[in-house]
């Protein structure tokens, strides 16, 4: 069983839809990653999460650590958001990360 | 705004052959990590770097994987006889403490043939 999963796997959205992504884990964490990841290939990271919520410009994370649940939140999508979006979740007193196998987001205009 | 930078971008080897990929990280950075993509799977931990050692690896690491940080700059993978399996995209990562955010360099593609 993947201790990160993601969904959706695909996602297609309209320009200007509010789009949500969301990530369940199974171990114990100390923090929660949000990666974008273009189609080149290079990673960039959006959030760092470790409770509560957290906001840069249109984008929003949440996370849930009871539920071992968290959401990133996309308003007003814009074809340059497509990438595929990833999460990763970092375990208590480990210094590896564990990666869920990314969301494709695609936004057509 | 400061960047990890990885080099080569792209390295074709033959099988068998050794290979380093080539990090550097954001000068105050204290904490290092590899990880690998193969094509259409998902990122994977390999290994992480502090103080000099390594602090954690997973299973993918064994004996053909080396990482050393020579000079105080550079931050290097070594594969030491490459296998086609070995085919993936390596990305260099630091974090200024062990939890903080991590910077990713925009990765190396490896393709071995």
């Known amino acids: 069983k993947n201790e990160v999963e993601q969904s959706p796997q695909n996602l297609t959205a309209q320009e200007g839809e509010f789009i949500t992504i969301n990530c369940s884990y199974s171990?114990?964490?100390?923090?929660l990653h949000w990666l974008q990841q273009h189609p080149g290939g290079g990673i960039v990271s959006l959030f760092m999460?470790?409770?509560g919520k957290k906001k840069h410009g249109r984008l929003i994370a949440t996370i849930n650590i009871q539920e071992k649940h968290s959401s990133l939140h996309i308003t007003a999508s814009h074809p340059r958001d497509s990438a595929v979006y990833i999460c990763a979740a970092r375990p208590y007193n480990n210094n590896d990360m564990r990666f869920g196998a990314g969301t494709r987001l695609t936004v057509k205009p | 705004e400061p960047e990890v930078t990885q080099t080569p971008s792209h390295q074709v080897t033959q099988m068998g052959q050794e290979v380093i990929l080539r990090c550097v990280p954001i000068?105050?950075?204290?904490?290092f990590y590899w990880y690998r993509q193969i094509l259409g799977q998902k990122v994977e931990f390999l290994v992480s770097f502090y103080n000099n050692e390594i602090s954690e690896k997973s299973e993918i690491f064994d004996d053909q994987f080396s990482v050393e940080r020579p000079d105080g700059s550079n931050f290097t993978l070594k594969i030491r006889s490459t296998k086609l399996e070995d085919s993936a995209m390596y990305f260099c990562a630091g974090t200024a403490q062990g939890n903080t955010e991590a910077f990713f360099g925009q990765g190396t593609r490896l393709t071995v043939v």
């Open positions: 000068s105050n950075h204290l904490y």
């Open positions: 999460l470790s409770s």
């Open positions: 171990v114990g964490i100390s923090a």
